[in-house]
């Protein structure tokens, strides 16, 4: 028998597709209750177990300065019921800081939000890429500097004649 005369069937092999779907997702999608508890995960940083994180305090995955951000932005999305998106440091692979870009979600039941829900991409090596671009500018201009210092000091001590 097919599939549409059992409904359990077909939801089972839907939730079999969705589960698959977010188990292989590269992102961390979690969904939160309004004050920061970890209802659902689809996997964690290496060091840290699923079970561990489910109904543990979202904020504790931070470091204290970005926890407010968090707060902040959970608040966002339960009083608005609009997406909204950050950058954050946070715990990465065996304890150690990552950078992560995150999109926050309501997660509605009729006009109200009953949870949020957060795609986590570790954006740690693209930081590291910027912070390593913006020094590399920064020795250029002091270069750039020093140069341009040494060329005012040539002219002014030998101007450029008029030759006409």
Do not use: C
Request: hydrophobic share 40%; glycine share 6%.
């Amino acid at each position: 028998m097919s599939s549409e005369l059992h409904p359990n069937n077909a939801f089972s092999e839907l939730e079999k597709k969705w589960r698959f779907l977010a188990e292989a997702a590269p992102d961390i999608i979690l969904a939160v209750s309004r004050n920061g508890k970890i209802i659902a995960i689809n996997h964690t940083v290496p060091g840290i177990t699923t079970e561990q994180a489910i109904g543990s305090d979202v904020y504790q995955f931070l470091p204290p300065e970005h926890q407010d951000q968090l707060r902040q932005a959970i608040e966002y999305v339960f009083s608005t019921g609009k997406l909204f998106t950050y950058e954050v440091a946070g715990m990465g692979p065996n304890g150690k800081i990552s950078w992560y870009l995150s999109r926050i979600g309501p997660v509605m039941e009729g006009n109200q939000v009953v949870a949020a829900t957060l795609i986590t991409s570790d954006i740690t090596v693209r930081k590291e890429a910027e912070d390593t671009l913006k020094r590399s500018n920064e020795v250029l201009e002091s270069k750039v500097q020093a140069r341009t210092i040494e060329l005012q000091k040539i002219n002014w001590v030998h101007p450029i004649e008029n030759v006409f």
